[in-house]
């Protein structure tokens, strides 16, 4: 499976971003999807996950309320709709994809990774 995230970009504190991911050469459906985020020098930071149907997902706390995971089964596309941005979301941020059931927070459980994009939160 190939991931190709994108939708970063510079925005103002208060702000919204959408992440996209586009799946190719695979069936999206059978795989939970996961958004993750890590600065320079840090550990990846696991952001939302979704289950395959979209049925069931889970976020870190810091984002809750603000964040929302989503995706199109018809379109392979999972999607990261980022609300009320703060400059502590200045990351970049890679989508991953797994074959289980539910969802997923440990970023070692995942098979493939995206590129990152990059989003940066002014103040």
């Known amino acids: 499976v190939q991931l190709q995230a994108s939708g970063g970009g510079l925005v103002q504190a208060g702000g919204s971003l959408r992440l996209s991911c586009v799946a190719s050469?695979?069936?999206?459906?059978?795989?939970?999807m996961g958004w993750f985020r890590q600065a320079p020098g840090k550990e990846r930071e696991f952001v939302a996950s979704?289950?395959?149907?979209?049925?069931?997902?889970t976020y870190v706390d810091s984002v809750k309320g603000r964040f929302t995971i989503s995706r199109d089964n018809d379109k392979n596309t999972a999607y990261l709709q980022m609300n009320s941005l703060k400059p502590e979301d200045t990351d970049v941020y890679y989508c991953?994809?797994?074959?289980?059931?539910?969802?997923?927070?440990?970023?070692?459980?995942?098979?493939?990774w995206g590129q990152g994009t990059l989003v940066t939160v002014s103040s």
């Open positions: 979704i289950s395959r149907r979209g049925d069931k997902t």
């Open positions: 991953a994809a797994v074959s289980v059931s539910g969802t997923a927070r440990m970023a070692a459980t995942y098979d493939y």
């Open positions: 050469g695979g069936t999206f459906s059978t795989y939970a």
